[in-house]
């Protein structure tokens, strides 16, 4: 039996890890991850995903410790798109929301951190624990410095300590915090609202944003306005490109084709 459940909407694909007994990723999940996240990368179809956990308690608690003591190794396969199969995908320009229903800690906070939004629930916890076990989280300390303060990235990560929700939205960790049972009406909310939006435009957005990470402000406006980034010059020679201006002048909504 899988331990993934999808469903799709229209353009929305949900994704929801369901793998007893607590949403524990091993190196069969990961692989099947990544490549359901590849599929929905490379559908033109399908242009929002969200990634959730089953049940109520855990999002993902990262690692599965009982499948690494049977022989899962640290270093092994996960497939396509890394750990969680999100944060190593390569030329995922769509958007992707985390809607955490639970506890979220390890790789289970990575995995949310591979999120372009993460929701929320009220009770959702989360915590880098891998410090207490002698390991490195080493998605996290490259991501988290990055997204939050750094004294508190820096706390996070050597002491492992859990925090909540309504600390992780001070920190701008998480974008909203949400009662559990209004939790996955948001994600479709929001996924719908992001669906109606121009694919194009979200493609450039990422890749910008991927290529800018690292890079002085002048070379990311370089290769910008040199169609040197990918999605960039396919957004600038695309139908959708003239669409916005049209629709305004036309006084109607635009109609985004993806081309």
Request: negative net charge; charged residues 25%; proline residues 5%.
């Amino acid at each position: 039996m899988s331990p993934l459940k999808t469903r799709t909407e229209g353009p929305i694909l949900e994704v929801t890890l369901d793998r007893p007994k607590a949403n524990a990723i091993d190196l069969l999940t990961s692989r099947e991850m990544g490549d359901v996240f590849a599929r929905f990368r490379d559908d033109p179809e399908l242009r929002v995903a969200i990634i959730t956990g089953g049940g109520e308690k855990f999002f993902c608690p990262g690692w599965d410790l009982k499948a690494a003591a049977d022989g899962d190794t640290v270093d092994g396969d996960y497939g396509v798109g890394g750990f969680g199969g999100l944060q190593e995908l390569r030329g995922m320009n769509k958007p992707v929301i985390a809607a955490v229903n639970g506890i979220a800690c390890g790789g289970g906070l990575e995995l949310a951190l591979s999120a372009d939004i993460i929701l929320a629930a009220d009770h959702a916890t989360f915590a880098l624990p891998e410090i207490r076990s002698g390991t490195v989280a080493d998605a996290a300390s490259v991501k988290l410095p990055k997204r939050i303060p750094y004294h508190i990235a820096m706390e996070l990560l050597l002491t492992g300590r859990w925090f909540d929700a309504p600390e992780a939205h001070h920190w701008g960790l998480v974008n909203e915090v949400i009662p559990a049972d209004q939790l996955m009406d948001r994600a479709w909310e929001l996924a719908r609202l992001l669906a109606s939006g121009p694919p194009l435009v979200y493609a450039a957005i990422k890749e910008i944003v991927r290529d800018a990470e690292d890079s002085k402000f002048q070379d990311a406006m370089n290769r910008i306005t040199k169609r040197q980034i990918a999605s960039v010059d396919t957004l600038y020679a695309s139908e959708d490109q003239l669409e916005g201006a049209r629709a305004f002048s036309e006084k109607r909504d635009p109609v985004w084709k993806g081309r």
